[in-house]
């Protein structure tokens, strides 16, 4: 089977849409003409070949920009290069294994303190908006919350009494609950008080509400602080640093796996050595 022929099929399938067509197509191409260098055909192509042509794939490439390409790079030409042989030789023939490097995972972009807070001090005011957005912004870093579950708080969510939140995960999703902060209690008891009376115009249970009365949404968030995600990780972050273990940052943060939370675990080591350097005789 010419491979090239196969490919122009492929590509001319209904089942693709514009722009995967537009996305596949020069990864495929760039697929068989590899295939025509080393003078394979496309009938014989199995996991060895597949092995072959992602080693290619991760191979510096001297004089050329960038020297080496990105694992997500790599990741998605092998994915659009599966799919066409799927098409071409039929899902039996196409392997399972692993081709792509595993992505490394970044290390978590965490504000420095003095951030947060020039950021919460340029929230401050009196009138329901700016009381909202302080005890919004303030909950998030407090709490450790992600954007959707801290707009997503009902009234009864937050127990002063006992300084804890309930975050809802929803329907198959584990709830956690969380400890409320000082700072952050002081400023949702302010917005409560004279904030959010003045935002309700019904009977919304919500805890953060619009302008218009209904329950905030996501991009509120997103305009008071960039990639709010960095407070979740500040959170995180400034409490290793404090002297937390990762198993509690687990349980706070509401990973399920401790995997998950274990891109801190750099954080974790500069404060287990920190300890040693304090606490051993012959450190």
């Given at each position: 089977m010419d491979a090239r022929l196969a490919a122009a099929r492929f590509l001319e399938s209904p089942m693709l849409s514009d722009g995967t067509r537009h996305v596949y197509r020069y990864d495929v191409?760039?697929?068989?003409?590899?295939?025509?260098?080393?003078?394979?055909?496309?009938?014989?192509?199995?996991?060895?070949?597949?092995?072959?042509?992602?080693?290619?794939?991760g191979a510096a490439r001297p004089g050329r920009r960038p020297a080496k390409l990105a694992g997500s790079t790599i990741a998605r030409k092998l994915s659009a290069v599966r799919a066409f042989l799927r098409h071409a030789l039929g899902p039996g023939r196409v392997p399972d294994a692993v081709l792509a490097p595993r992505r490394a995972r970044r290390l978590p972009d965490a504000p420095r303190t003095?951030?947060?807070?020039?950021?919460?001090?340029?929230?401050?005011?009196?009138?329901?908006?700016?009381?909202?957005?302080?005890?919004?912004?303030?909950?998030?870093?407090?709490?450790?919350?992600?954007?959707?579950?801290?707009?997503?708080?009902d009234l009864a969510?937050?127990?002063?009494?006992?300084?804890?939140?309930?975050?809802?995960?929803?329907?198959?999703?584990?709830?956690?609950?969380?400890?409320?902060?000082?700072?952050?209690?002081?400023?949702?008891?302010?917005?409560l008080r004279d904030g959010?009376?003045?935002?309700?115009?019904g009977a919304e249970d919500a805890l953060f509400l619009s302008m218009?009365?209904?329950?905030?949404?996501?991009?509120?968030?997103?305009?008071?602080?960039?990639?709010?995600?960095?407070?979740?990780h500040a959170f995180a972050?400034?409490?290793?640093e404090g002297g937390a273990d990762l198993r509690t940052i687990q349980e706070l943060l509401g990973h399920s796996s401790l995997s998950t939370t274990q891109v801190y675990s750099h954080v974790d080591a500069k404060r287990l050595r920190r300890v040693y350097d304090r606490s051993h005789p012959r450190s």
């Open positions: 191409e760039e697929f068989c003409r590899w295939l025509d260098a080393r003078r394979t055909k496309l009938d014989d192509v199995d996991v060895r070949v597949l092995v072959d042509y992602a080693a290619h794939l003095a951030e947060i807070e020039a950021t919460l001090e340029g929230l401050e005011g009196d009138d329901a908006v700016s009381l909202r957005n302080r005890a919004l912004v303030e909950l998030v870093y407090s709490a450790g919350l992600r954007s959707a579950e801290a707009v997503g708080l969510d937050v127990d002063f009494e006992q300084e804890l939140v309930h975050v809802r995960r929803g329907k198959g999703a584990k709830d956690r609950v969380v400890p409320l902060g000082e700072e952050a209690a002081h400023w949702l008891a302010r917005y959010r009376p003045e935002l309700a115009t218009r009365g209904r329950r905030l949404d996501t991009s509120t968030l997103r305009r008071l602080f960039p990639h709010p995600h960095r407070l979740r972050t400034h409490l290793l």
